[in-house]
């Protein structure tokens, strides 16, 4: 549900196997995903299914499914993208140092608060479209990690290549562009990874909503009683989010700039 | 702008009172830096050494006083514009680890608009200028360098669009002192051919010496407790702070006052042979020069072993015969070096070597006690009444 | 109905939901910190096995909380059991995860004292990384109650206890006058309820944590 990025972190941890752990990552979860989704493929053809299950159970209703989960945790992810990393780069500048531990005060704070009653109470109170509560229910839920991405990415320059490219004659805003910004990727990227995936994987509850995805099979096939149909909702879900997290890990690894 | 009387850099009552805080970090310094020249602000650490330095180029904004780069008051111009016609080194050099050292050295020309070749012929000068093959450094990381090449790189970066003025705090500070001594000679080389208006701040009052053509010693508040060149403050401390900060062995001191190139340096008093030279030519020269030892130099004119008269065997190969030299001087090494040097060697003799490592002649003790009684002679003839030399 | 009118009316059943919430969450926490700990002291020694561990766990973690209850529904159907166990499997990764990096980043120099010393692998376990890795598990453990206290409100899907009842209730009587103020209760309640274990915790970490490691 909640998801804390691996990355940086356990390569500390992981020490000398960092290339083990990257196969593993690479290839290892991928090959799990499919070889789930292929048995249970072939566990469905195996079954004769009644008059509901193939209602529920179809290429065309996966198919949605996944679409609409994927868009709205990639909305999600932009919007929260478009608030939190300007947001992050305003509050590490010097003049915003009063305001920056309240708002991180609220935004811890707004970590503790439900997904799931912050959807429900965008849906009822601002939006009455499943989707679009949706993600913007995902993306303020989303807006915790990415800030704190930018902002402990920034904040862990080091100071002397800083004071290096201010003594140089570069100025504030080429230092943020040229300097801090591509540094603070890497912890940025973690950052907007663990937005993507908490989005991908939050997204299913929008079905409660109306707002279709994985979530929509696990729902009406527990409602009407059809474990098969629940099963394939939880598999598409979890396969979807896992998924995220895969490319999510490889996108940092790419986008890592070289030199660090 | 620049007149024969305006220093490059004069700081006028320039001071720095931070918000909150009792004593002013700087005092109303004035201090003028003249051109070429390298001036060191030494003094114990809080002092606001680096405040003032850091004023020089408004990292810090002064809170009262003026400055002036070449007569030109800076103190109220664009920030950003002023500091790209200085260089700045710091202790913590700050490469750009995200990009290439082609790309760090480049940072300044690019911001003034220089064409690709341009900036691209100047970063392979540069390299060259500071000892680091171009082919081979200006595609790498910062991080694929050592410490020693790091801090190089560092200097170059300040030099790279030519800025008149450098500005240096602690340049050398983080190095072993092996490095930090071949990072100070290399830098004083490239300093004889750039005459660069240098301001360097250091803790160490040995590098001071060394690397400085004037020193100020700051006490607290930045105040300036004496501003002269290193003999004078050497042999006529101006207080007893200054005295005191100096600390004991200032006769050693001295001799890193003194580079070889500028005491005597004996050719010819000791006989010197090339690899062709027989055993039996050899042993003539020797003979007639009445010294103990030769000397034999390789190919390159670089001095390669002392050979003593029982070495010579017609049937030995010259270039294993006597002893290796260990001890040789480069004609910028401070006297103290050269001591040391000396000290090692067995006849008491330091080889002096030229620029490219070639013979340039000896060196020995007597020339170095010879210079150090004229210390003392200059010391007492300028009535200071500090007793030099009996403690050491 | 406001709020307030709400609660005046119902306060005993919203006191009996946080009631009911703390108590899955503190099970679902011991479970996790008792199978994480293990985990991680089963593995820390060994570089592979941690990677293998950490793939498995992070895996684990990004699977959606729904997605878990409906499998678990068909394995063990409704109730407190599939709604702690997912807590659990959520708890797990912050625990391993601070346990792991605890364990892993104590000084080698003082691991090297004790063994010169003559103390055997489980004795510096117990005696020497444990103790140390101490204030790092505990860190672990309060970002794992806090995540698993707003995580738990999806439980009540599957029957769970707790206040995410309050919410799916506002969810379902949707039009009705006690729609909105049941979901703000539900979610207010939430975000009190890790905020006070949360605070519970640090308070327990400062008291617990020996002064030297302070």
């Known amino acids: ?260 | 702008m620049t007149t024969s009387v305006e220093p490059m850099i004069r700081l006028d009552k320039l001071t720095k009172h931070y918000p909150g805080q009792e004593a002013p970090a700087v005092d109303g310094v004035d201090l003028a830096v003249p051109e070429g020249e390298i001036v060191i602000l030494v003094g114990p650490s809080g002092c606001g050494k680096t405040t003032t330095l850091e004023m020089i180029n408004r990292l810090i904004e002064p809170s009262s006083g003026r400055i002036f780069l070449e007569g030109e008051d800076v103190t109220h111009v664009n920030a950003d514009q002023l500091r790209r016609r200085m260089g700045y080194v710091i202790q913590q050099i700050g490469l750009f680890p995200h990009e290439t050292i082609a790309q760090n050295i480049a940072t300044v020309p690019r911001m003034l608009g220089w064409d690709d070749k341009r900036v691209n012929n100047r970063v392979d000068e540069l390299l060259h200028l500071v000892g680091l093959d171009p082919g081979r450094y200006r595609n790498r990381y910062p991080k694929e360098m050592s410490g020693g090449q790091r801090q190089r790189v560092g200097v170059a970066r300040a030099m790279a669009a030519d800025p008149p003025v450098m500005l240096m705090d602690e340049p050398f500070g983080a190095t072993d002192p092996i490095t930090r001594e071949r990072l100070q000679n290399e830098f004083l080389r490239i300093q004889e051919d750039i005459r660069k208006t240098i301001v360097f701040v250091t803790h160490d009052i040995d590098e001071a010496i060394k690397m400085g053509d004037r020193i100020a010693i700051l006490a607290e508040g930045s105040r300036i407790a004496q501003y002269d060149t290193p003999e004078t403050i050497l042999t006529s401390p101006a207080s007893g702070f200054v005295e005191q900060f100096l600390g004991s062995g200032i006769l050693l001191k001295r001799l890193n006052l003194s580079r070889v190139e500028d005491v005597h340096v004996a050719i010819g008093e000791w006989p010197t042979i090339g690899p062709e030279t027989t055993a039996e030519q050899a042993r003539q020269q020797l003979q007639q020069s009445g010294r103990t030892h030769l000397l034999l130099l390789d190919g390159q004119r670089r001095p390669d072993r002392w050979i003593a008269e029982i070495d010579l065997n017609p049937d030995r190969d010259m270039s294993q015969a006597g002893t290796r030299v260990q001890a040789c001087v480069d004609s910028r090494a401070t006297l103290n070096d050269a001591l040391q040097e000396m000290l090692l060697n067995a006849n008491g003799v330091a080889a002096v070597v030229d620029r490219d490592g070639a013979y340039a002649g000896t060196l020995d003790l007597e020339t170095i006690i010879a210079e150090i009684r004229e210390m003392r002679a200059k010391a007492l003839d300028n009535g200071s009444g500090v007793v030099v030399g009996d403690d050491t | 109905m406001t709020v307030s009118s709400y609660l005046e009316r119902r306060w005993d059943v919203v006191l009996g939901l946080t009631i009911e919430h703390v108590i899955a969450v503190g099970i679902a926490v011991g479970l996790a910190t008792l199978i994480g700990i293990l985990l991680a002291i089963g593995t820390y020694r060994n570089d592979r096995a941690v990677a293998v561990l950490i793939v498995v766990i992070n895996t684990l973690f990004t699977v959606p909380a729904l997605a878990y209850f409906g499998a678990l529904i068909v394995i063990v159907g409704l109730g407190w059991t599939a709604a702690i166990t997912v807590l659990a499997i959520y708890a797990l990764l912050p625990i391993v995860r601070n346990t792991l990096t605890g364990l892993r980043e104590v000084d080698p120099a003082i691991v090297r004292a004790a063994r010169g010393m003559g103390m055997s692998k489980l004795q510096i376990l117990t005696r020497v990384e444990l103790p140390l890795a101490y204030p790092v598990i505990l860190s672990g453990l309060r970002v794992a109650t806090v995540l698993i206290v707003g995580i738990a409100a999806i439980g009540s899907y599957v029957a769970g206890p707790g206040l995410g009842e309050l919410i799916f209730s506002g969810l379902s009587s949707l039009g009705s006058v006690r729609a909105v103020p049941e979901i703000i209760i539900g979610t207010v309640a939430i975000v009190l309820v890790a905020l006070v274990l949360d605070g519970l915790l640090a308070v327990l970490g400062r008291l617990s944590t020996p002064r030297g490691l302070r």
């Open chain 1, 1 to 260: 549900m909640t998801a804390v990025a691996v990355g940086s972190v356990d390569s500390r941890v992981v020490g000398r196997e960092r290339k083990f752990l990257r196969r593993a990552r690479y290839i290892g979860v991928p090959a799990a995903v499919a070889t789930a989704c292929v048995a249970m493929y072939l566990y469905v053809q195996s079954q004769e299914l009644d008059s509901i299950e193939s209602r529920i159970i179809n290429a065309r209703n996966i198919w949605t499914a996944a679409v609409e989960q994927i868009e709205i945790a990639l909305w999600a992810t932009a919007l929260t993208l478009v608030v939190a990393v300007p947001l992050g780069i305003a509050l590490t500048r010097p003049w915003a140092r009063r305001v920056t531990p309240i708002i991180i005060a609220v935004a811890n704070i707004g970590q503790g608060v439900p997904a799931i009653g912050l959807l429900f109470f965008i849906y009822i109170v601002l939006i009455r479209s499943g989707s679009t509560a949706a993600i913007l229910g995902m993306a303020i839920y989303a807006v915790l990690p990415v800030l704190r991405g930018t902002m402990v990415g920034l904040q862990q320059v080091d100071r002397g290549v800083v004071k290096a490219a201010r003594g140089m004659g570069m100025s504030k805003q080429s230092v943020l562009l040229r300097v801090e910004m591509p540094l603070a990727v890497p912890i940025l990227l973690t950052g907007v990874r663990t937005a993507l995936v908490l989005t991908v994987s939050t997204a299913v509850l929008a079905a409660f909503i109306g707002g279709g995805t994985f979530g929509e099979l696990i729902i009406s096939g527990q409602a009407q009683g059809r474990p098969l149909a629940v099963a394939v909702g939880s598999l598409g879900a979890a396969a979807l989010a896992i998924m995220a997290d895969w490319v999510g890990g490889i996108a940092e690894d790419l986008l890592r700039p070289k030199g660090l």
